[in-house]
Structures are given as C-alpha cells and as structure tokens.
T-cell receptor, first 118, second 111 residues
Framework: GAVVSQHPSWVICKSGTSVKIECRSL??????MFWYRQFPKQSLMLMAT?????????EQGVEKDKFLINHASLTLSTLTVTSAHPEDSSFYIC??????????????FGPGTRLTVT | QQQVKQSPQSLIVQKGGISIINCAYE??????FPWYQQFPGKGPALLIA?????SEKKEGRFTISFNKSAKQFSLHIMDSQPGDSATYFC??????????FGTGTSLTVIP
C-alpha cells in the first residue's frame, strides 16, 4: 500500500518551454501533496505544499509563478515548470499524505522526475 | 538554519559491520523521526521511524536509538550488506505537517 507514482520519470526540454510533472497516489487518497527539489548529492528541499482543492503554499524563495502547482483531485497533483531555464534542471520529487487518517503521520514519496533543461 | 543536523556526510563500512548515522535537532516540538533510504535516481523510501515516547525501535537489521534529553537520534544498521549502499536521510516532523531533512549520509558497504 501507499504507492505514489510520478510521470514522467525523466524529461529533457528546451530553454523557454514549460514542462508538467504529474504526481499520483495510486492506492490512497492524498489530502496533501508535497513537492521537493533535490540537487545532486544534496538533501531534499521542500518547494511547496498543496492541499486538494486549494492553492499551494510555497516555501520562501520559491517562485510561485514559475512553479505552478495544481491539486485538483485527491489522487493527482501537478507541478508545471514554466519558461524553464538550465538552472531549473534538477530532480523533482513529490510525496503524498492523507491527513484524515488516524495513526502514522508518514508521507510517501514518488520515484522522482529528472528534469534537464538544455 | 538547518533544523536537523546529520553526520557523518559519508561512511564506509565492511560487509558484516555496523553502520551508525547520527542526527541532532533543536525543536522540542518535533514528535516524529523517520529515516529514509535513497538509491541513485530514485525517490526516498521510508526505512524506519520512531516517536519520542520510546528510546529504541528495531526492525530487522535496522534500529533507531532515541535520546530525548540530548535531542539526538541515530540509525544503526547491523550486519551491513553491499545492498545497503545508499544515501540515508534522517528527518523530523511535527505531526507530519512538515518534514525537515538532514543533509544525508552516503553509505558504502564494501564486500
């Protein structure tokens, strides 16, 4: 149980274009999804928290107009990197959690999406 | 400011040995302390987690030791295997609302 998928697993796009990354909870409903960014050999940096049906909350320093997050259903959140630049190249990881559940407060991670902007 | 401090940055252990990774925190409001294992190109996977009302939790070869007064917790991997070679992250959370990650430890288990 508690499986989270991401699509695509890797993507290459040209500078100036936009790319969308999907995060799905496959066997549970995710009231909340988190988006992280990870640079090589570094820790995970939380970018934003999205709650189903409401606007995402962005961490300080993260441009909300550049990283558009939509959480339209309890099983799907999307991250759109708009007007991508080479410095946006990174490993993007989502995680999901059902805050309505009693018991463990764990979040479950997706497998990540490698974005390369040329 | 780093909410969770992790050490060492890298660790090399012989097969069969014990791997020990340490983390420290300051915020006493943290009430959940998970450890994650991450392989290259993959997302983190929950390994084991502990709450501050217990001092130790063991699952197979993996043990968390928790020292509430010192605000420290550690991961022990017994009988380390080459397949355990990965990056390990500790984290701390307040009721799962936000997770603060350590900087990671790259573990290499040599045969």
């Amino acid at each position: 149980g508690a499986v989270v998928s991401q699509h695509p697993s890797w993507v290459i796009c040209k500078s100036g274009t936009s790319v969308k990354i999907e995060c799905r909870s496959l066997d549970f409903q995710a009231t909340t999804m988190f988006w992280y960014r990870q640079f090589p050999k570094q820790s995970l940096m939380l970018m934003a928290t999205s709650n189903e049906g409401s606007k995402a909350t962005y961490e300080q320093g993260v441009e909300k107009d550049k990283f558009l997050i939509n959480h339209a259903s309890l099983t799907l959140s999307t991250l759109t990197v708009t007007s991508a630049h080479p410095e946006d190249s990174s490993f993007y990881i989502c995680s999901a959690r059902d805050f309505r559940r009693q018991g463990p407060v764990e979040q479950y991670f997706g497998p990540g999406t490698r974005l390369t902007v040329t | 400011q780093q909410q969770v401090k992790q050490s060492p940055q890298s660790l090399i252990v012989q097969k069969g040995g014990i791997s020990i990774i340490n983390c420290a925190y300051e915020n006493t409001a943290f009430d959940y302390f998970p450890w994650y294992q991450q392989f290259p190109g993959k997302g983190p996977a929950l390994l084991i987690a502990i709450r501050p009302d217990v001092s130790e939790k063991k699952e197979g070869r993996f043990t968390i030791s928790f020292n509430k007064s010192a605000k420290q917790f550690s991961l022990h991997i017994m009988d380390s295997q080459p397949g355990d070679s990965a990056t390990y992250f500790c984290a701390a959370s307040i009721s799962g609302n936000q997770f603060y990650f350590g900087t990671g430890t790259s573990l290499t288990v040599i045969p």
